[in-house]
């Protein structure tokens, strides 16, 4: 079974710019999570949608936007980028419930905000 | 408060000794589950192991082992016999209530 797939792996952008960052879960999969990691503050939940709904936020300001398709596909938007945007953005997916069952992540795209 | 502490920000150790990384969690739930990721230099966090919180038999996988003590809210995670490849970051994490919460991380570095 193929694992998550995140792409693109690398971004370059300056600020003010917005990306899109897209996921795919394993086959299977409906419950997709991202994360930020960076040196300062660890790895931070950012939203986890299930089902094409957005089911859990954390504490992220609405640039920070996602969607996610029938086919559980999902992508995370960032607008109006800021230096400190610059991450390893993960992304994760489970059966349904990441709480109760394991989330298998992705490489990471990692963000570099100029 | 940090949901789960992990005191040991880096550890260096020689191939072949034992490693025992700490992790410390915080919860009100009686039902929640424990995780252990592995994140080479690659960035891929790797699944290591499972364990909720009903369940309190320790466990052996290889050269790795996991102690889980509720009265002590910990859920240590010991390598034996230490190789190169096991150079990383380790990430304890916790569930509860439906969101997930990692730890800061331990890097462990294994000298040849």
């Known amino acids: 079974k193929a694992g998550v797939t995140q792409t693109p792996r690398y971004l370059i952008k300056t600020r003010g710019q917005q990306v899109t960052l897209s996921c795919s879960p394993i086959s299977g999969h409906r419950s997709v999570s991202w994360y930020q990691q960076t040196p300062g503050q660890g790895l931070q939940f950012l939203f986890e949608y299930f089902s094409e709904t957005q089911r859990n936020k954390g504490n992220f300001p609405g640039r920070f936007s996602g969607r996610q398709f029938s086919n559980s596909r999902s992508e995370m938007n960032v607008s109006t980028l800021e230096l400190g945007d610059s991450a390893l953005y993960l992304c994760?997916?489970?059966?349904?419930?990441?709480?109760?069952?394991?989330?298998?992540f992705g490489p990471g795209t990692r963000l570099l905000v100029l | 408060a940090q949901k789960v502490t992990q005191a040991q920000t880096e550890i260096s150790v020689v191939e072949k000794e034992d490693v025992t990384l700490d992790c410390v969690y915080e919860?009100?739930?009686?039902?929640?589950?424990l995780f252990w990721y592995k994140q080479p230099p690659s960035g891929e966090l790797v699944f290591l192991i499972r364990?909720?919180?009903?369940?309190?038999q320790n466990e052996i996988s290889g050269r790795y082992s996991w102690n889980f003590q509720k009265s002590t809210s910990s859920f240590n995670f010991t390598i034996t016999a230490s190789q190169v490849v096991d150079s990383a970051v380790y990430f304890c994490a916790l569930s509860e209530f439906s969101q997930f919460y990692f730890g800061t991380g331990t890097s462990l570095t294994v000298i040849p």
């Open positions: 994760a997916s489970s059966l349904a419930r990441p709480g109760v069952e394991t989330q298998y």
């Open positions: 364990r909720n919180s009903f369940d309190e």
């Open positions: 919860t009100r739930d009686t039902t929640y589950y």
